[in-house]
């Protein structure tokens, strides 16, 4: 079941509430009883609408969170295990892995919903990037029951955007200056909303968001979905005004795949690696706030704008 928690506020409401309904009891029967009853289900109703409105916040299942976590550890292939803090839990699993020479940057991985950051796509990304110079750290975004509708999610976003600034932090602290974020579907979406804070990332890679953006990016983006992804994926790309004009930002189509990217990661790393690479070396210049861009054109062969 999905955890509920109600504020302080709320509870001494209830108990106000609980004791005007014990006054006008108590006061009906001492009367007669035909009034008593009428008092009663007037107190009832009263009780009854105060605890609709008593705020309720949906949060993490902390329990599957740690099974997650208890089955990933022991079975990790690439990289090693680190323990994130939040204000809302101790210990926040993180996969952290790194290239054999210097890293080219750092990439923050998040994945999508009710999984875990070393779970197929995600993993395969996670590796692929390292495999290709880049150092990351994926991180165990909150989870809520397996039965949980899709869109329960949306109010988990604080709780993401505490993870996410941990994971920034974390890596900033461990000697990597400049860091991109890789996203997919609801992790993707619960970045959307972390935007809005305005984090220190240098580069952000969307892949299958199910959002239109919520605030006009402000760095470097690639924006991927794939040829037969979700539709609600498909119809929120944005046109390629939208997108910084920095000269390294646009939308790309990954050919032939789904929202799950089954078969084509070697292509969407294709994509991705090279728009970081240049993301994190500083060759993108983000617009001022009139919004002039002084960096070189994209190459013809990759002009802004979705590209197949």
């Known amino acids: 079941m999905i955890a509920i928690e109600r504020s302080a506020s709320s509870a001494v409401s209830d108990r106000r509430a609980r004791r005007a309904v014990r006054r006008a009891v108590a006061w009906a029967w001492s009367v007669r009883p ?10 009832t109703a009263a009780l009854l609408a105060t605890t609709a409105m008593a705020a309720a916040v949906v949060v993490p299942d902390d329990a599957r969170e740690s099974r997650w ?5 022991p079975q990790l292939v690439v990289g090693d295990a680190v323990w994130l803090r939040t204000p809302h ?5 993180a996969l952290y892995a790194r290239p054999a020479g210097d890293a080219k940057g750092a990439v923050v991985v ?3 919903l009710g999984v875990h950051p070393d779970w197929s796509l995600v993993g395969d990304i996670r590796g692929g990037l390292v495999d290709r110079g880049f150092a990351t750290l994926s991180v165990q975004m909150p989870v809520l029951a397996a039965d949980a509708p899709r869109d329960e999610y949306a109010a988990l976003a604080p709780f993401a955007a505490e993870r996410l600034d941990a994971a920034l932090a974390w890596l900033h602290a461990n000697g990597h200056a400049r860091v991109a974020v890789l996203s997919h579907s609801m992790g993707a979406t619960m970045v959307n909303a972390w935007m809005a804070s305005s984090p ?8 299958g968001m199910l959002v239109p953006f919520a605030r006009a990016p402000r760095m470097p983006v690639l924006d991927v979905v794939g040829q037969n992804d979700y539709p609600e994926s498909l119809q929120r790309v944005p046109a390629a005004t939208a997108l910084p004009a920095d000269g390294c930002s646009r ?3 990954i ?13 969407l790393l294709d994509a991705v690696a090279p728009f970081l690479a240049r993301a994190l070396s500083g060759e993108c210049r983000s617009p001022d706030a009139r919004g002039n861009v002084t960096a070189a054109p994209a190459p013809a ?8």
């Open 34 to 43: 035909a009034v008593a009853r009428a008092a009663l289900a007037v107190a």
């Open 69 to 73: 976590a208890a089955e990933v550890v």
């Open 89 to 93: 839990r101790e210990r926040v699993l």
């Open 110 to 112: 998040v994945h999508g």
């Open 200 to 207: 220190k990332i240098d580069a952000w890679v969307p892949v």
């Open 251 to 253: 939308a790309v189509t």
């Open 255 to 267: 050919a032939g795949a789904d929202h799950f990217m089954q078969g084509a990661v070697p292509r």
């Open 301 to 308: 062969s990759a002009p802004p704008g979705r590209a197949p």
